[in-house]
């Protein structure tokens, strides 16, 4: 099993500051690295997804920087607020064979 | 428009029983996927199907029996249940188109006694 590791394991930011959580992967022949945003009771949603082709992709107040050289790759939550209080988890996509997940990365964000 | 639903959402049931979960999608993807989740593991793979008919092993397939006859359905048996198997499970759907995105349903808490 191809292994998507991620950091830390939980992250608690007071409003208005910066939540950064890293993944690091192992499979070269990722593709597609995506994040997802999970709150309680619900299933994962696409948060924001990037390709190996690009080292960084902005939306909002959401940035994904890649550092192809050390298989590596963050989410960046400018800006956080308490709305932002999820689980996060980042993956990796062989070409759409399937994706495997890192542990995933419950943030809280302090009113 | 649902999209992508599963039932039932919560089932409480014995060692040794036999559990089915379903999941039906309204869009017609390609792929279909479960997944269970635990703390400390995230999404782990179970089984997964490109089309009707065509199904395959993910990371964690023992113990569960999938099935899809038609596109739109892919549910998933625990054909004798036990205390590992206690979970939550997704099922997900993808296009396969230049997007690679998954879509999840909201997920079935399943309590194994």
């Known amino acids: 099993q191809q292994q998507v590791k991620q950091s830390p394991q939980s992250l608690i930011v007071q409003k208005g500051g910066i939540s950064i959580i890293n993944c690091a992967y192992e499979?070269?022949?990722?593709?597609?690295f995506p994040w997802y945003q999970q709150f309680p009771g619900k299933g994962p949603a696409l948060l924001i997804a990037i390709r190996p082709d690009v080292s960084e992709k902005k939306e909002g107040r959401f940035t994904i920087s890649f550092n192809k050289s050390a298989k590596q790759f963050s989410l960046h939550i400018m800006d956080s607020q308490p709305g932002d209080s999820a689980t996060y988890f980042c993956?990796?996509?062989?070409?759409?064979?399937?994706?495997?997940f890192g542990p995933g990365t419950r943030l809280s964000v302090l009113p | 428009d649902a999209g992508i639903t599963q039932s039932p959402r919560y089932k409480i049931t014995e060692t040794g029983r036999q559990v089915t979960l379903m999941c039906h999608q309204t869009w017609s993807h390609s792929y279909m996927f479960w997944y269970r989740q635990d703390l400390g593991h995230g999404l782990r793979l179970i089984y997964y199907s490109a089309a009707a008919d065509i199904t395959d092993k993910g990371e964690v397939p023992d113990g569960y029996v999938v099935s899809r006859s038609k596109t739109e359905n892919f549910p998933l048996t625990l054909e004798s249940a036990t205390r590992s198997q206690t979970s939550v499970y997704f099922c997900?759907?993808?296009?396969?188109?230049?997007?690679?995105?998954?879509?999840f349903g909201p997920g079935t808490r399943l309590t194994v006694l």
């Open positions: 499979n070269t022949a990722f593709d597609y």
């Open positions: 997900a759907t993808q296009t396969r188109d230049f997007y690679n995105e998954q879509f």
């Open positions: 993956a990796g996509d062989n070409y759409g064979q399937n994706f495997v």
